[in-house]
């Protein structure tokens, strides 16, 4: 079984700040990980991936996310936010056991504030 | 290339109507996956092929949904005598191979009147 819990539903930032959106995962196998983002009215953006190769993962965007595994979490950050990050973000895992069948986040909201 | 396309974008209903929904994978991409997205359920899974295979149906919420796919292409997402909670958007993604990075479309926005 797997599963994911976003601690934020909404984040608020203003823009030049760092951000920073956390996310705790469970899974009976290692996981593969990852962010996506859904900007208003559009689909799903895959921003970064982690697979085991390396707990630091870079993506789009400026964001990278580190992978923990005594912590059992995976939080995305971003030094310096700009106004086009606004957007929602989704933290998923898909647990390898089998098929990639995804298992997402309730979601954190971004806003960034001029 | 090409990513995931969706059709349509928007489709409103009547309750009791049936509605299709069609998915074209990114070419080549052999496993093909769809979700729905609502308000209060967030993210769910609903249906995962390989190939013209759904070896998972588990998601489909009842047996009012259905679907297919064919050619190891283009996959239609059925909904029978569609209720109010049906409303949500359905997504689409495909991956190369079952253990790849999925893909999303835009999605359908499905509205039951």
């Known amino acids: 079984a797997q599963s994911v819990t976003q601690l934020d539903s909404h984040v608020s930032v203003s823009e030049g700040t760092p951000v920073l959106l956390r996310c705790n995962y469970s899974?009976?196998?290692?996981?593969?990980l990852f962010w996506y983002v859904q900007h208003p009215n559009k689909g799903l953006q895959l921003l970064l991936k982690?697979?085991?190769?390396?707990?630091l993962v870079k993506g789009i965007n400026g964001f990278e996310a580190e992978f923990k595994k005594s912590e059992t979490s995976f939080h995305l950050t971003k030094p310096s936010a700009h106004m086009s990050d606004a957007a929602e973000y989704f933290c998923?895992?898909?647990?390898?056991?089998?098929?990639?069948?995804?298992?997402f986040g309730k979601g954190t909201m971004l806003l960034v504030s001029p | 290339g090409a990513g995931v396309s969706q059709s349509p974008s928007n489709k409103v209903t009547e309750k009791g109507k049936d509605v299709e929904l069609r998915c074209d994978p990114i070419?080549?991409?052999?496993?093909l996956y769809w979700y729905r997205q609502s308000l209060g359920q967030g993210l769910e899974f609903l249906i995962y092929?390989?190939?013209?295979?759904?070896?998972?149906k588990s998601g489909l919420p009842s047996d009012r949904f259905s679907a297919e796919r064919t050619g190891g292409s283009v996959s239609t997402l059925t909904i029978q005598r569609t209720q109010q909670e049906d409303s949500a958007v359905y997504l689409c993604?495909?991956?190369?191979?079952?253990?790849?990075?999925?893909?999303f479309g835009p999605g359908t926005r499905l509205t039951v009147l």
């Open positions: 899974s009976s196998y290692s996981p593969s």
């Open positions: 092929f390989q190939g013209n295979s759904a070896p998972d």
């Open positions: 998923v895992v898909s647990d390898n056991s089998g098929y990639s069948t995804l298992t």
């Open positions: 070419s080549g991409h052999t496993a």
């Open positions: 993604a495909s991956s190369q191979d079952w253990a790849d990075t999925q893909y």
């Open positions: 982690y697979t085991s190769a390396a707990t």
